[in-house]
T-cell receptor, first 114, second 110 residues
């Protein structure tokens, strides 16, 4: 019944490894997002997809690559993990792209790079 | 550019106290304004929103009014409960991208 789900919830890994985070929404929404929240709780958008097309790509290292196999899924793959990648990553979705849209967030994936 | 400035925390209150969290914004055009809340260990969820000037958003006893003249969207609650302990984020969306404030951590003591 979870509207926006992410896996895994926790991810602990070594520097240099490659990892993926998966996101699924069952709300029938067209738009999905990835956000990064740092240790001070500051939240910043990374990517946004609408109907499987990339529409927002903020200044993010190209080690981060999103993939949307269908409207309900948006995965995030991270290559060559660095210490500074440690953060909480949130997936979100919205019905559309308008300025009035409410975004629905997943529970977050807590990534710790050692 | 678009940006949101909200009061720094942390804020610690006793139960039944009055809460206000200031939020001001800079934006081109006519953005929608939001308050999102993040309870411990969870993702963000919408608390309330307003889409045009003078609109008042309200939910769970919280209120905020979209003031174009002062570019503000302050959050208020008349009597807080322990369950209101959370991080509160003010945000604006001018088109299709949310910009968040830094978040204000609120702790309510019994």
């Amino acid at each position: 019944d979870t509207a926006v789900s992410q896996t895994p919830k926790y991810l602990v890994t070594q520097m240099g490894n490659d990892k993926s985070i998966k996101c699924e929404q069952n709300l029938g929404h067209d738009t999905m997002y990835w956000y990064k929240q740092d240790s001070k709780k500051f939240l910043k958008i990374m990517f946004s997809y609408n109907n499987k097309e990339l529409i927002i790509n903020e200044t993010v290292p190209n080690r981060f690559s999103p993939k949307s196999p269908d409207k309900a899924h948006l995965n995030l793959h991270i290559n060559s993990l660095e210490l500074g990648d440690s953060a909480v990553y949130f997936c979100a979705s919205s019905q559309g792209r308008g300025r009035q849209e409410t975004q629905y967030f997943g529970p977050g994936t807590r990534l710790l790079v050692l | 550019g678009n940006s949101v400035t909200q009061m720094e925390g942390p804020v610690t209150l006793s139960e039944e106290a009055f809460l206000t969290i200031n939020c001001t914004y800079t934006a081109t055009g006519y953005p929608s304004l939001f308050w999102y809340v993040q309870y411990p260990g969870e993702g963000l969820q919408l608390l309330l929103k307003a889409t045009k000037a003078d609109d008042k958003g309200s939910n769970k006893g919280f209120e905020a009014t979209y003031r174009k003249e002062t570019t503000s969207f302050h959050l208020e609650k008349g009597s807080v409960q322990v369950s209101d302990s959370a991080v509160y984020f003010c945000a604006l969306d001018p088109a299709d991208k949310l910009s968040f404030g830094a978040g204000t951590t609120v702790t309510v003591r019994a």
